[in-house]
């Protein structure tokens, strides 16, 4: 069974303190690794798409990095309006289903 | 330009009532995905429509759960003799199309609560 995991669950930083997310999956033939976030009350907002091991991608305070096990997303020098609920997901190859598998979160409080 | 729009935002029902929550995707989006996300739980994938229809109806917990998609644009999601454990907050997505991978683009939700 495919399986996206991630740590740690809860993350409280203090402003400008730099960490990193850690998301780790078990689906075979990866298609492609995704990030969102999601602040309360709203639906997830799309952050970056990874394809390949290696792949790096950039914004703004973000960024997101894939290996063939696992992916990170780097916060650098956060601010309080990063905090939000981080989610990760994979698409599993076709004839799995076209369903993305999502891991369930690491929430980021970025302290004043 | 317009994004996923889902209404309601809310629905409070009692236990056994049916109800039906819209989706409006992206204009041209092809790929219509349902979600249910509990409270402090992650995204439960529930259907995925290509177009009008439903190749993956795995994640569907209950024959009381039915989807459909007309004109390859608007779905309804509807739960008969809703239960308790049905209140969660139901999420949709759209992408530019199946065979990705492409991002999803989500709605705000529908809250359910069953009283």
């Known amino acids: 069974e495919d399986q996206v995991t991630q740590s740690p669950e809860a993350l409280r930083l203090q402003e400008g303190e730099s960490s990193s997310l850690n998301c780790s999956y078990t689906?075979?033939?990866?298609?492609?690794l995704f990030w969102y976030r999601q602040d309360p009350g709203k639906g997830p907002e799309f952050l970056f798409t990874l394809y390949s091991a290696g792949e790096e991608k950039e914004k703004e305070r973000l960024k997101a990095t894939l290996t063939k096990k696992e992916s990170f997303l780097h916060i650098t020098a956060p601010k309080p309006e990063d905090s939000a609920t981080y989610l990760c997901a994979v698409q599993a190859p076709l004839g799995y289903g076209q369903n993305f598998v999502f891991g369930p979160g690491t929430r980021l409080s970025v302290l004043p | 330009g317009a994004g996923v729009s889902q209404s309601p935002s809310n629905k409070v029902t009692e236990k056994g009532k049916d109800v039906e929550l819209r989706c409006d995707p992206i204009?041209?989006?092809?790929?219509l995905y349902w979600y249910r996300q509990s409270l402090g739980q992650g995204l439960e994938f529930l259907i995925y429509f290509q177009g009008n229809s439903a190749p993956d109806k795995s994640g569907l917990p209950s024959d009381r759960f039915s989807a459909e998609r007309t004109g390859g644009s608007v779905s309804t999601l509807t739960i008969q003799r809703t239960q308790q454990e049905d209140s969660a907050v139901y999420l949709c997505a759209s992408s530019p199309r199946a065979g990705g991978p492409y991002e999803q683009y989500f709605g705000p939700g529908t809250r359910l609560t069953v009283t």
């Open positions: 204009s041209g989006h092809t790929a």
């Open positions: 689906v075979s033939g990866l298609r492609g």
